[in-house]
């Protein structure tokens, strides 16, 4: 039992280019989310999903693009990638709005 | 707005002593949720407890112990005879229930650092 996973743990990209963060979940929940954490500014929401077919955004949406086809995968891209998005993402998940999110291990991502 | 406030940055404690990190948050919803997640090292957060806002009952799991106490917005967390894996940063977080995103507020963390 997976539950929810992240790839890749790590990645080393540059400055322009196209960076694709993916995020699995095994327990068929509505909901899933990104969040990018930063130090001094905490865990910050970048993009949301209810269900398949609907995205939206959160606190720091921009430069980022998303989707959601299929109810398990929420992939994560930073279409121009630029050295302010070097950051740790964390994709979650939770069974319905109001349920507890749980988190996937985290992507570091740095920038160059 | 949904606020979280954690003020102490970093905490230093000797194994087995016990260790309060505070939490008060803000918001204008009469229904909410207030979460504590724990990153260790490692960097993974793992949730720990759920309080929901009309559930003003403390609890207590092993060595770990939540307050709740809603007249002063507070949801602090207590590690007594705090071990060596105790060392991580702690989350408080808010989440209102009037918000169709769900999306979680978190505070700043508090490092925490047992040493043997």
């Known amino acids: 039992d997976a539950g929810i996973t992240q790839s890749p743990r790590y990645k080393i990209t540059e400055t322009g280019r196209q960076v694709t963060l993916m995020c699995h979940q095994t327990?068929?929940?509505?909901?899933m989310f990104w969040y990018r954490q930063d130090l001094g500014h905490g865990l910050r929401l970048i993009y949301y999903?209810?269900?398949?077919?609907?995205?939206d955004k959160g606190e720091v949406p921009d430069g980022y693009v998303v989707s959601r086809s299929k109810t398990e995968n929420f992939p994560l891209t930073l279409e121009s990638a630029t050295r302010s998005q070097t950051s740790v993402y964390f994709c979650?998940?939770?069974?319905?709005?109001?349920?507890?999110?749980?988190f996937g291990p985290g992507t570091r991502l740095l920038v160059l | 707005a949904q606020k979280v406030t954690q003020a102490q940055t970093e905490i230093s404690v000797v194994e087995k002593e016990d260790v309060t990190l505070d939490c008060v948050y803000e918001?204008?919803?009469?229904?909410?949720?207030l979460f504590w997640y724990k990153q260790p090292p490692s960097g993974e957060l793992v949730f720990l407890i759920r309080?929901?806002?009309?559930?003003?009952q403390n609890e207590i799991s092993g060595r770990y112990s939540w307050n709740f106490q809603k007249s002063t917005s507070s949801f602090n967390f207590t590690i007594t005879a705090s071990q060596v894996v105790d060392s991580a940063v702690y989350f408080c977080?808010?989440?209102?229930?009037?918000?169709?995103?769900?999306?979680?507020?978190f505070g700043k963390g508090n490092q925490v650092v047992v040493i043997p």
């Open positions: 979650a998940s939770s069974e319905n709005r109001r349920e507890t999110q749980y």
């Open positions: 327990w068929s929940h509505s909901y």
């Open positions: 999903s209810a269900a398949a077919d609907i995205t």
């Open positions: 918001t204008r919803d009469t229904t909410y949720y």
């Open positions: 309080r929901n806002s009309f559930d003003e």
């Open positions: 977080a808010l989440s209102e229930a009037s918000r169709g995103n769900n999306r979680l507020a």
